[in-house]
């Protein structure tokens, strides 16, 4: 390993081997979805094994059911532009209203929706959304410069604006102490928020062009990030400071994009800056990227993914118009 210093940074950054063992491939399956150029992502698995996710271009939320191939479609108001969803434990469906200022939640069994606008006309552009370890609804707002937290049971909505302007709040994940952590895609740092004060902590990264877009957190509370525009996997240990980076295996244009971790703390990826996207796994254990399988449609670009944990799959919508599943090996 080599060590790099930025003169006006204090944290150093690692950079780790990139060489790659034999390829372990994931089983990658596609579904095409039956509304054309919709571009379906986002998707997050039910209690009732659904398959729910968003058509950021057509204005609906849907479910998929794998057993039979059905789809179903529950329309939302035009303009919505809806970019992420996630599904409570009594089967309601929360989704970032993007493009007009609101996170709604849809009653799949009346189809009734629940709007909760923004408390600030700024924060035009809910993004990501999360649940914490209580139930609540962090989530972040990309143009609006904004992270928010939803309490379920008032409805209300709290904003705390990161001190860096045009900060760009993206990817979203909860640590085990139930701390939100973001990617703040317009710079090179991350973030934390202390839920008892809600004061916002920016960490920046050693790099200066490092831009993240997704992260993820292992079981021992490291943070994990995708470096879209350098083409790394990177580490931040919160007990020690450090920051470690792996160099993607697709090298600078890969673009790495989508991100998540499974029960086994191994790294998930997509690099979309190649033609098929590429499913990366990475074990940190080997600090090897040990598996990788091209996406058959292309893919187009894979934005967020979901880990099922019984079943060992990862679920991801691309911008070619599928529902992907990945098992993973």
């Known amino acids: 390993m080599r060590l790099m210093t930025a003169a006006v940074l204090c944290l150093p950054v690692w950079l780790g081997s990139t060489a790659l063992p034999a390829d372990d491939p994931a089983d990658i399956k596609e579904w095409p979805v039956p509304w054309e150029n919709s571009r379906p992502r986002d998707p997050y698995v039910d209690g009732k094994g659904r398959v729910w996710f968003v058509g950021q271009q057509g204005n609906y939320l849907a479910h998929f059911d794998p057993k039979t191939g059905a789809f179903e479609r529950y329309e939302l108001e035009p303009g919505t532009g809806p970019h992420n969803l996630i599904v409570d434990a009594d089967g309601h469906v929360w989704y970032a209203g993007n493009r007009n200022a609101h996170i709604g939640r849809l009653d799949p069994e009346t189809r009734k929706i629940t709007r909760y606008p923004m408390p600030d006309p700024a924060v035009r552009d809910p993004h990501t959304l999360i649940f914490d370890r209580n139930g609540d609804i962090w989530f972040t707002s990309q143009g609006g410069n904004r992270v928010g937290k939803l309490t379920r049971t008032t409805g209300e909505i709290r904003l705390i604006a990161p001190a860096t302007p045009g900060a760009r709040p993206y990817g979203i994940v909860i640590d085990s102490k139930n701390r939100p952590w973001i990617v703040l895609f317009g710079t090179n740092k991350l973030a934390t928020v202390d839920p008892a004060t809600m004061t916002l902590r920016e960490i920046a990264l050693p790099r200066e062009g490092t831009r993240p877009r997704r992260i993820a957190v292992t079981s021992d509370d490291r943070i994990w990030y995708t470096d879209y525009a350098g083409g790394f996997l990177g580490r931040y240990d919160p007990a020690t400071g450090k ?87």
């Open 243 to 329: 920051v470690q980076e792996w160099k993607a295996p697709g090298g600078d244009g890969a673009r790495p994009y989508a991100l998540v971790n499974d029960d086994r703390d191994r790294l998930w990826f997509v690099e979309t800056g190649l033609r098929p996207n590429r499913f990366v796994g990475f074990d940190p254990k080997t600090e090897t990227f040990f598996s990788l399988t091209q996406i058959a449609s292309g893919g187009g670009a894979v934005r967020h993914m979901f880990f099922l944990a019984q079943a060992h799959e990862i679920w991801f919508g691309t911008d070619t118009n599928t529902i992907g599943r990945a098992r993973i090996p």
